[in-house]
C-alpha cells in the first residue's frame, strides 16, 4: 500500500508540473517513439492488464518491462493500466536514464535493469502473487512439488527480504536467479523473464500456479506430499528441450 501510494505521488509530481530545471533538461532530450518501440508498448499494456485480470497484480501493484534494441521499455508508475495510452510510452536506457515519455517509471526500475542488463531477458514481469507470496514467507525455496519447475530451470529460490525499489533488491533477487529464469521475492512477490512478454507472464503464471499446489498439497493434515528429486528434474529438463512444435 506504501508503495502504491508513494507511486501515485511521484505520478502527480510529474503530471501537475512540479518539473525542476533539472528535469526539464532531462525532458527536452527525450526522443520521438519508434514503431518498433510503439508495436512493444502495446503488447506490454496487454501483457500488464492481463496480470490483473488474472488475479496475480491488485491496482499497480506489479511491473513489466520490455526492452527492444538498448532501450527498456517499462511501465509508469502508480498509473492503473486500464488507463494506459499508446501516448504515454516510457522508457529508459539501461543506465536508467528516461528516454521516452514523461511519466515516472516503475518504482522496481532497478530490479527491471538488472536482470536487463545481466541476462538475456527481453521482458521482465513482477507480480504480488497470492499464493506464490505467501510461499515466500514460509520457505527460503519452493521444494520440488512439481516437475514444471525445470521449465524455470530448477528449484525455485526465495530472494532475501529488501525494501522495495532499491538496489538491495535488486542485488538479492539477481543472486537468487542464477541460473533461473524465476525466483520469488521473500515478503513481495515474483520475478520472472524470457525472451518474450508472453514467456516471461507464462512462467509467472506457472510459479503462481507451482506455489499453490504446494499450499494445498501441504494444508492436508497428517500428510507429506511426496517431492520430485533433482535427478528426476534433470530428466524432465532434458525432454523439455524437444517440447512444442518444430517448425
Known sequence: MAEQRDDERDRRDVRGGGEDAG???ASSRRRSVRPEEARAWEELVATARRTVAEGLV?????NVSVRVGDTVLVTP????????TPGDVTGVD???RQVLGTLVPTSELPMHLAVHRTTDAR??????AVHATAVSTLVTELPLIHYMAAALGGPVRVAPYATYGTDELAAHMLRALAGRSGCLLQNHGTVTYGATLDQAYDRTAQLEWMCRLWLTATSVPGLTPSLLSGRQLAEVRERLRGYGQRS
Open 23 to 25: 528535469q526539464a533538461r
Open 77 to 84: 508508475s502508480g498509473v492503473p493500466y486500464d488507463r494506459l
Open 94 to 96: 539501461l543506465d536508467g
Open 58 to 62: 491488485v491496482g499497480t501493484s506489479g
Open 123 to 128: 521482458a521482465v514481469v513482477h507480480t504480488h
